[in-house]
């Protein structure tokens, strides 16, 4: 499956942003689908999950609250609306997916998308 994610911009503190991941090429409901972010200098980080028919959701500690994960299967979409944006929210995002269970670890994604670029000024 191929990955496009879009949205990412530059937003002030306390400010909002939604990314979206357009899936082509595969049975989008297959996979579980994930946003991963990766800023300078660190590991990156599974921010954010959701499971095939979107029943289940799971969140990083960093952002729960704030960050809500979604997909629609019709339209082979999964999006990330994210609120109350910090400076250390910045990154580079990813949307990724794995086949099978949302369980699946950080390192087990098997399709990644090329990134969005999120900056929040303080």
């Known amino acids: 499956v191929q990955l496009q994610a879009s949205g990412g911009g530059l937003v002030q503190a306390g400010g909002s942003l939604r990314l979206s991941c357009a899936a082509s090429?595969?049975?989008?409901?297959?996979?579980?689908m994930g946003w991963v972010r990766q800023a300078p200098g660190t590991e990156r980080e599974l921010v954010a999950r959701?499971?095939?028919?979107?029943?289940?959701?799971l969140y990083a500690d960093s952002v729960k609250g704030r960050f809500t994960i979604s997909r629609d299967n019709a339209k082979n979409t999964a999006s990330l609306q994210m609120n109350s944006l910090k400076p250390e929210d910045t990154a580079i995002y990813y949307c990724?997916?794995?086949?099978?269970?949302?369980?699946?670890?950080?390192?087990?994604?098997?399709?990644w998308g090329q990134g969005t670029l999120v900056t929040v000024s303080s």
């Open positions: 090429g595969g049975t989008f409901s297959s996979y579980t």
């Open positions: 990724a997916a794995v086949r099978g269970t949302i369980y699946r670890r950080l390192s087990e994604y098997e399709y």
């Open positions: 959701v499971s095939w028919n979107g029943a289940i959701t």
